[in-house]
């Protein structure tokens, strides 16, 4: 018995209307991904996916980024710090200054972090200070109430023992109190 579907395809265009038209799909389908494959080769994978995230981020389309990668980094970066400082005004008073702009731009979710944190420790109902009893505010305490076991001299000697500035840490600690 002969395989009626076979003799179509063997007999040609007449047979089957709709062989040309599958023939013309496969080759577009192939004609687009020599041209998409073709361009992608040029184009790094790294920025790509960087600038997908960046527009993707500020609102805008990859190419839009991709045309100005620097500018839209920047205002990335701004728009970053603006919403990571958008609810702690202590933190974004100090990024007035320069010097401590320079050196915390890429830092404001964990300093954001830090200020909304002790805000919390202060603010607790019923408490003198916020329930830092003595010294409120300094940065002893503050590790005192979040890590259990972190007190009395033997802080005070790491710390000293460290060569971290004790003192600067303080007066911050206090400014962001006020």
Do not use: C
Request: proline share 7%.
């Amino acid at each position: 018995m002969p395989n009626e579907y076979l003799s179509l395809v063997q007999t040609g265009n007449a047979a089957n209307p709709y062989l040309d038209m599958m023939q013309a799909e496969r080759d577009g389908q192939e004609a687009r991904f020599r041209a998409s494959a073709t361009q992608a080769l040029g184009v790094d994978p790294d920025a790509a996916a960087r600038a997908r995230r960046v527009a993707g981020y500020l609102g805008t389309t990859p190419p839009t980024v991709q045309a100005l990668p620097v500018d839209a980094e920047r205002a990335a970066k701004l728009k970053a710090l603006s919403d990571n400082t958008a609810q702690t005004p202590t933190l974004r008073s100090r990024y007035t200054d320069a010097d401590f702009a320079a050196l915390a731009h890429d830092d404001s979710g964990p300093l954001s972090a830090i200020e909304s944190a002790v805000r919390w420790l202060v603010s607790a109902p019923g408490a003198a200070r916020g329930g830092l009893a003595g010294d409120a505010g300094t940065a002893g305490n503050v590790l005192r109430a979040a890590v259990p076991g972190f007190a009395g001299k033997a802080s005070g000697h790491w710390l000293h023992r460290s060569g971290l500035p004790i003192r600067p840490f303080r007066q911050w600690t206090m400014r962001l109190l006020r």
